[in-house]
């Protein structure tokens, strides 16, 4: 599968998990340390809206990256910012720009395939992160995990990963026989049995 479906599968996946939280759920912690869903939410928005301004050729600018604001209906406003990353990605034009990413580098611009896998395994990641939070299965079939593992294990576990508030934490070991989502999970030093009584 093109990474360019691949990654629109995986947000429309978020899309779907994001529209069933209820009111009361926007406090509750996630997997992302210190982070509530409410947290975890205006992250993801900034980031829809910081790649989508990489696909126009506007990356550096980090304002383009900042946390989104959610508003009074938050599943909306995700949703608005989701596709406004796929509809930029579709373009013909973005497909054959390299990007400015600066929150992965401040001085390598990086080519529209290896960046948009970048947005892909962050959202099958936070998939499985708003999948936890609000008790409610991922939907994901073995094709996108398989991809999502691959791209894991090109992620660096080096020093970067122990920096405060770092991108992804050190890898952890993986249980035998765990699948390409656990694997990928564990790669990125999430724990794949997380759940909220974890942090009782």
Known sequence: MEIRRLDRTAVLETVRLVQQ?????????????????????????GQHYGFAAAASGGGDDLAAWQPGVLGDDPATTYRAAAWTAID????????????ALPEISTTTRFPATIAIGFHFLDHVIH??????????PLDLDDEVTDAALTFALRVPDDARRLVPEPL????????????SLDLALAALGRSPDWSAATLQ
Do not use: K, Y
């Open 88 to 99: 930029a990605f579709a373009r013909q034009d973005s497909f054959t720009r390299e990007f």
């Open 21 to 45: 939280a209820n009111p009361g759920d926007w406090d509750l912690p996630t997997p992302c340390a210190s982070w509530t869903l409410r947290d975890l939410m205006a992250h993801m928005v």
């Open 168 to 179: 992804f934490r050190p890898a952890l070991p993986a249980a035998p026989g765990a699948s």
């Open 127 to 136: 998939g499985w992160d708003l999948a936890r939070t609000l008790g409610i």
